[in-house]
């Protein structure tokens, strides 16, 4: 590799490397104070918190690593151009295909790796997410019972502990089960010890009552009262197991999206599915529009030294644009399919003009220089 693209190949990599860097920390933040609750409330290890956030990571790259190319992109070029080394290049007869050449091999390696995210990486990722969020709801075993306040685990379902020791021993417990509503029950024990069993989580209550009240016959409610010495309480008994829930489209591959054999699906179904797969294959080109958005902006304009504010929020405003219609084509190709052509026209246009505007110039310089050599001959 010559010098110079070697040199332009690292000024772009750098600031695009800090840019996904500090995307996706604040990305990661906002999304994991969503998840704060499975620690505080229900006890979540710290490792199984970052790993159920860590499982977001490519879902979230394959939006942002195209924006932190893209402001790669704008401040190399431009910090070029303001230290006139663009134009020293330009002077020794350096065209805009040249100079271009390292962001378009940064963005090609971009979308590459963005196809490989989507096609594989995001929807692998997604599935062992909601695999384990899922699993994560229904396992109890480290469920915090704050005591002096009534504990809602599962809905229907609500707990009071008046103490719990540090060995998990929990004392004065009163449970009010409505998960049957034709047969509410009320349950009170001195003690009790949260486990885990092999179908779920099992509250283990001693020496109480159990009270129970069948609704179904206005006419004869009777309270029926049963005292105990140990009672088992099955937390799990209406909690479906993580293998029988349907998997989300997000969750599929490229190949589950496309299978038109599919049974048991109605037609909502099959057009989600289809949007997700056209979704899949047209967003990672993004990153593609975005590097020669910023390039043609900043190579074909005339030098200033004093920063083209202007071409640079035109050059934002344009990558708005397209991320909006990006998403606005997804949108619509769920409603109708004959319309997810529209997902693949939104990056194509853009790459096609770029392309125009930065690498058509050349063309059109060298025939005015040869018409120019040719003047000068004659005369």
């Known amino acids: 590799m010559k010098i110079y693209l070697r040199y332009l190949f690292w000024q772009l990599v750098l600031p695009t490397l800090i840019a996904t860097l500090a995307f996706s920390g604040a990305v990661w933040l906002s999304q994991s104070l969503r998840f704060v609750d499975l620690i505080v409330n229900k006890g979540l290890p710290l490792t199984t918190f970052l790993y159920l956030t860590a499982l977001l990571f490519p879902s979230l790259l394959l ?3 195209p924006f932190a190319l893209f402001c790669g992109v ?10 006139s080394e663009l134009v020293v290049m330009q002077s020794v007869g350096l065209s805009n295909l040249q100079l271009a050449m390292p962001g378009l091999i940064l963005g090609l390696f971009v979308t590459s790796l963005g196809y490989v995210n989507s096609l594989y990486a995001m929807p692998a990722a997604y599935r062992s997410f909601k695999d384990l969020q899922h699993e994560v ?3 109890f ?49 001195e003690h009790g010890v949260l486990v885990q069993g092999e179908n779920g989580p099992l509250f283990v209550l001693q020496n109480g009552n159990r009270q129970e ?6 006419e004869a409610r009777e309270l029926s009262v049963l005292h105990f010495e140990s009672y088992t309480l099955d937390l799990a008994a209406t909690v479906e197991p993580p293998n029988d829930r349907d998997r989300k489209p ?6 589950e999206l496309l299978d038109g054999t599919a049974q048991g699906l109605d037609a909502d179904q099959r057009r989600e599915r289809l949007a997700e797969a056209h979704k899949r294959l047209a967003w990672p080109l993004n990153a593609l529009v975005f590097t020669l958005v910023g390039m043609t902006i900043l190579l074909i304009r005339k030098h200033d030294r004093q920063g083209p504010w202007r071409g640079l929020l035109l050059a934002a405003l344009i990558v708005i644009i397209v991320q909006a219609l990006s998403t606005a084509s997804g949108s619509l190709a769920e409603k109708k399919p004959m319309l997810a052509p529209l997902l693949y026209l939104v990056p194509l246009i853009p790459i096609v003009v770029c392309s125009l505007l930065l690498f058509g110039l050349k063309v059109n310089t060298l025939v005015a220089g040869q018409g120019q050599s040719s003047t000068w001959r004659e005369a």
């Open 213 to 218: 009240m069948n609704l179904q016959n206005p």
């Open 137 to 139: 709801s229904r396992d």
């Open 74 to 83: 704008l401040f190399a070029y431009q910090r070029l151009t303001v230290e």
């Open 141 to 189: 075993s480290h469920l915090l019972l704050q005591p002096g306040i009534f504990n809602a685990p599962i809905p229907r379902l609500t707990v009071y502990v008046r103490e719990a020791t540090e060995d998990g021993d929990l004392a004065g417990i009163v449970v009010h089960d409505e998960r049957v509503k034709s047969l509410p029950v009320t349950m009170m024990a």
């Open 250 to 255: 997000k969750e599929m591959f490229i190949g």
């Open 63 to 65: 939006v942002i690593m």
